[in-house]
């Protein structure tokens, strides 16, 4: 039977994050009063095909503190260049498959978590999210998801410190802002924002410059899916003013347009024009004492001015560090140890 694995959120019910979040709330009360050996005598893969410094540390420190193993691997950096395509001769730059990568590190670890950004050429090979895929199609052990075309540790991080000032998300406003970047950014983080925030029954808005920055329809309709499952609803709206009145939560995100997609010089006049999606005072006092919150890295007076970043309501820190907690908590259910009890 193969394993369970984490690649994304869209096969895991909201049940069932609800029992990570639960798990990972403990796990953060508990932090610095309890040693925990969940992990002792077990070893984690850490692959990164791009840079990283919350989720690594994140995770490195994490398995520590469980009493784990997690060893770090940079393909064509420390480790051999990796092919991932089936069938292809391999008489490129890679020296060797990920058929053999992964059924190796299944031998000696217990669990491989890959970090595999989009290569920015062609959305339609990116979206097959092959790397990762291929990771899950070899590993006999479980393989989680530090970010590819989804962010879903993000997710949950986000969704755990949401829930701990707002309590109850059901009916609540979760407002999805684009903002400005000087360079086109992958949509993972926004694709797992707009489901997270419609599985756990929040009223989405979606608020991008043009038609052309709405995400990919398995994501919007996946997110509609939910929210109709939940009694909530997800909107795409321009209109940046209606966008933020009365939102509880403004999530901002950066992301280029699918349509140009490899072709980004074209897309740039149409990105330079809406700087002006920064997130500001003046949107957030439009909303509802709003919590703003974003992944981080983050461009301060870029993407959110300084003060909405260093506000009383800004959550950026705090979702940040909840990316300890909610990772120890998956790590625990992935190698096979149940809910911790109350
Ligand atoms: N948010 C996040 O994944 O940060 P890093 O890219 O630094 O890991």
């Not at 393989?143 to 707002?166: D, G, R, W």
């Amino acid at each position: 039977m193969s394993p369970r694995h984490f690649l994304s959120t869209l096969d895991w019910s909201r049940r069932e994050l609800e029992g990570v979040l639960a798990d990972a709330s403990r796990l953060k009360e508990e932090r610095g009063t309890l040693a925990r050996e969940d992990l002792a005598g077990k070893s984690v893969a850490l692959v990164f095909f791009n840079p990283s410094l919350r989720t690594r540390t994140s995770f490195e420190i994490g398995v520590f503190e469980m009493g784990g193993h997690a060893v770090v691997l940079e393909p064509g950096k420390g480790a051999w260049p990796i092919e991932y395509r089936d069938g292809v001769v391999m008489d490129g730059e890679a020296e060797e498959h990920v058929a053999e990568v992964a059924r190796v590190l299944s031998r000696y670890c217990n669990l491989i978590a890959v970090r595999a950004f989009p290569k920015f050429q062609r959305w339609e090979d990116d979206r097959e999210d092959l790397v990762i895929r291929q990771f899950a199609k070899y590993a006999t052990v479980p393989v989680l998801n530090m970010e590819t075309i989804t962010h879903p540790c993000q997710e949950l991080a986000l969704m755990l410190a949401l829930k701990e000032k707002l309590g109850t998300t059901d009916g609540k406003k979760f407002l999805l802002t684009w903002t400005y970047h000087p360079r086109p950014l992958n949509t993972a983080v926004a694709n797992s924002a707009l489901i997270i925030a419609a599985k756990f029954g929040f009223d989405v808005t979606l608020l991008c410059p043009t038609p052309e920055y709405v995400l990919d329809a398995r994501y919007m309709d996946a997110a509609r899916g939910f929210a109709k499952e939940q009694g909530s609803r997800v909107t795409v709206t321009h209109d940046v003013d209606a966008a933020y009145s009365g939102a509880h939560v403004v999530y901002a995100k950066s992301w280029g347009a699918l349509p140009y997609f490899g072709r980004w010089e074209a897309e740039k006049p149409i990105r330079d024009k809406y700087k002006h999606f920064i997130v500001d005072e003046r949107k957030m006092a439009l909303t509802d004492r709003g919590y703003f919150s974003h992944c981080l890295p983050m461009r301060r007076n870029v993407k959110a001015t300084d003060a909405v970043t260093s506000s009383p309501q800004s959550l950026v820190i705090e979702e940040a560090e909840n990316r300890l907690h909610v990772q120890k908590a998956l790590l625990r259910r992935l190698v096979g140890l149940s809910g911790i009890s109350p």
